[in-house]
């Protein structure tokens, strides 16, 4: 900056103004919602340690049991199993296995997510799973399963599926549903994976994006001072 004298330039201050307002304002945002996600992210990891309850054969509210820790009692119905395309696990293409369960003491069923299988050879093979016969326990984590976008209006007439909504398996079983899935954390006897990712609220993301605002703003403040020094004519 050696020979350069700095000169006041009001539309370029006004510029610098304006935008590192806007620039702190979205990182003041971006780390509210950091704050916001952190208390959901300590709730989510206290659920995982709660003890667990027991899912009761009658119709249950989602919002009291979205990701707490459940036990359910029953048996599973192997010609209704469906298997969810497209998953993959350490790089491998694979299937989801959701079965329902027949909730013991009642007729309504609930839906099990019972891990991960490897695809067979080709699209027509399906992998064969073993179901336990019988009365089982089944613990796991109860997930309410999120809307998605279907082209069809009917559900799938096989048995697998790109996406698993609870209201068109209904129409597509005729059973009498839990409005959640239980993702099986407990062992089985069927070879599955349940290798499940940890419940992760963004908390990071946000505090990324805050970081970037507030960088943008200290940015356009140097690029200001720089731009007004100016060598005398």
Known sequence: ???????????????TVAFCATAIWAGL???RRAEEKA??????DRLATDPAV?????VVDERDYALRRVVTQGEFDEPRTIFLDNKVLHGRAGYHVVSPLRLAGGERYVLVDRGWVAAGRTREELPHVPTPPGAQRVEGVAIVPGAVYELAAEPPAGRVWQNLQL?????WSGLALQPIVVQQTSSG????????????????????YALQWYSFAALAVVLYVFLSFKRPS
Not at 3 to 15: H, N, S
Not at 167 to 171: G, T, V
Not at 189 to 206: E, I, N, Q, S, T
């Open 1 to 15: 900056m050696s020979g350069r004298r700095f000169r006041f330039r009001p539309l370029l201050a006004a510029a």
């Open 29 to 31: 945002w971006q780390t």
């Open 39 to 44: 208390e959901i992210q300590a709730r989510l």
């Open 54 to 58: 027991t899912l009761p054969a009658t």
């Open 167 to 171: 209201d068109r398996y209904a129409k």
């Open 189 to 208: 006897d069927d070879g599955l994976a349940r290798d499940w990712p940890r419940p992760d609220a963004g908390v990071d993301k946000h505090r990324i």
